[in-house]
């Protein structure tokens, strides 16, 4: 059993930032790759970062030079620093692991979700 638990959303004004943090336990063997996604009221479900285990990173056009995606290994959790944030930011954010549990194949799994508003 592994379960993937996300905090950091919340209220903030265009040009704040906010540290959205997921950590995951459980029988964990190996985390491979780690994706931040986000989708807003009516959107499809958009891909905003990427981190490879080997320590690539990719993002959106969107929010290139703006966030940053970030893993700590030791501690089974992925972190995405949004910085200069917009309105068009606004969706609910959730991470995403490829995770090779003990004894077992890799798998996907999600965080709840956590919101994200950026409103004056």
């Known amino acids: 059993q592994v379960e993937l638990v996300e905090s950091g959303g919340g209220l903030v004004q265009p040009g704040g930032s906010l540290r959205l943090s997921c950590a995951a336990s459980g029988n964990i063997f190996t985390i491979n790759d780690i994706n931040w996604y986000r989708q807003a009221p009516g959107k499809q479900r958009e891909l905003v970062a990427t981190?490879?285990?080997?320590?690539?990173?990719n993002y959106a056009d969107s929010v290139k030079g703006r966030f940053t995606i970030s893993r700590d290994n030791a501690k089974n959790t992925v972190y995405l620093q949004m910085n200069s944030l917009k309105p068009e930011d606004t969706a609910v954010y959730y991470c995403?692991?490829?995770?090779?549990?003990?004894?077992?194949?890799?798998?996907?799994?999600w965080g709840q979700g956590t919101q994200v508003t950026v409103s004056s």
């Open positions: 981190a490879s285990s080997g320590g690539t990173t």
């Open positions: 995403n692991m490829k995770i090779r549990i003990l004894w077992g194949k890799e798998y996907d799994y």
